[in-house]
């Protein structure tokens, strides 16, 4: 089955720097990746997503990539602010009906 | 339009017992999905229901059951609780569209085994 690895596991970042997360998965046949975000004691939120049909989507001061070639997909957060500090998880799925496969998350964190 | 509602919210269980936690879709989808959520990790996949069947299931023991209603919502029924199943429980809701399926998640209900 699908296998995703995720770094860091922490990432400390001043406030207005950028921070990248990175994710490789094992299924070739994977087509969707989203990217959700956690605060503690709260729900997994959707901030973004990409389908192996595109190389690249941007939201704001939020971006993700896809390689699939190298079969890694990143998050980029640019302008990071202090509510940017959660825990990050990627996931993929080769299932277009929604079975995730979720990374082990990064703990970001933003210092003024 | 209503997401993914979840209930109850928090509950506290003793070894043995049994217990049941309830999802209704968010508006517009028929897919339900449930993951387990240990604290400090990302969420892992129990199972998911379509047209009221059990479609795929994860890695999880025959205690872990569930079930769809004709109006999409879903249960999971978790049987002879162990302390190892203290989680948070989330249940996932999607739609396949001809643009692709977006996953959301409800907010989940917090399951305490003592």
């Known amino acids: 089955g699908e296998n995703v690895e995720q770094h860091p596991s922490t990432l400390s970042v001043q406030e207005g720097d950028s921070a990248v997360i990175k994710c490789t998965y094992s299924?070739?046949?994977?087509?969707?990746f989203p990217w959700y975000k956690q605060e503690l004691g709260k729900r997994p939120q959707l901030i973004i997503d990409?389908?192996?049909?595109?190389g690249e989507k941007k939201d704001q001061r939020i971006a993700v990539t896809l390689n699939k070639t190298a079969k890694h997909f990143s998050l980029h957060i640019t302008e990071t602010q202090p509510e940017d500090s959660a825990v990050y998880f990627c996931?993929?799925?080769?299932?277009?009906?929604?079975?995730?496969?979720f990374g082990s998350g990064t703990q970001v964190v933003v210092t003024p | 339009d209503a997401g993914v509602t979840q209930s109850p919210t928090h509950l506290i269980k003793t070894r043995g017992q049994q217990v049941t936690l309830r999802c209704s879709p968010k508006?517009?989808?028929?897919?339900v999905s449930w993951y387990q959520q240990a604290l400090g990790q990302g969420p892992q996949f129990i199972f998911q229901?379509?047209?009221?069947?059990?479609?795929q299931r994860g890695n999880f023991p025959d205690r872990f059951s569930g079930h769809q209603f004709p109006n999409y919502s879903s249960e999971l029924n978790v049987n002879a609780l162990l302390l190892g199943d203290s989680a948070l429980y989330l249940c996932?809701?999607?739609?396949?569209?001809?643009?692709?399926?977006?996953?959301?998640f409800g907010e989940g209900s917090w399951l305490t085994v003592v």
């Open positions: 990409i389908r192996s049909n595109v």
């Open positions: 996931a993929a799925t080769t299932d277009s009906w929604g079975k995730l496969q």
């Open positions: 508006s517009g989808h028929d897919t």
């Open positions: 229901y379509y047209e009221e069947e059990e479609r």
């Open positions: 996932a809701s999607s739609h396949q569209g001809p643009s692709g399926n977006t996953i959301y």
């Open positions: 299924d070739s046949a994977s087509n969707y």
